[in-house]
Nanobody, 128 residues
Framework: QVQLVESGGGLVQSGGSLRLSCAASGLTFSSYAMGWFRQAPGKEREFAAAISWNNAYSYYADSVKGRFTISRDNTKNTVYLQIDSLKPEGTAVYYC?????????????????????WGQGTQVTVSS
């Protein structure tokens, strides 16, 4: 059974930083590209960042570029999202997801309907 478990969310002041983690089990982690999506209250889920299986490619939404950094450790079956310079509009539930792909296609990784597995999400709340 595949499980993706996010952690690291919480309440942070505007301008602060957080590091989200997503631990994967039940799948061959290195066969999957990984992505982070977020869903703000009343809005649709949107792409934030994604990374290929071997760290060779990473992709970011324009709205987070320069402030978010995605990385992964295949020895720990974990993907990370470092979030810096948080803004109040960053308040959302952050989800990690896995897609069986080498991750070389930005088109594939930026679209949520391409992903095979999803975590339950972790809440990030940014106070102004």
């Amino acid at each position: 059974q595949v499980q993706l478990v996010e952690s690291g969310g919480g309440l942070v002041q505007s301008g602060g930083s957080l590091r989200l983690s997503c631990a994967a089990s039940g799948l061959t982690f290195s066969s999957y590209a990984m992505g982070w999506f977020r869903q703000a209250p009343g809005k649709e889920r949107e792409f934030a960042a994604a990374i290929s299986w071997n760290n060779a490619y990473s992709y970011y939404a324009d709205s987070v570029k320069g402030r978010f950094t995605i990385s992964r450790d295949n020895t720990k079956n974990t993907v990370y999202l470092q979030i810096d310079s948080l803004k109040p509009e960053g308040t959302a539930v952050y989800y990690c997801a896995a897609v069986r792909s080498d991750g070389s296609s930005r088109y594939t990784l930026t679209r949520s309907n391409n992903y095979d597995y999803w975590g339950q999400g972790t809440q990030v709340t940014v106070s102004s």
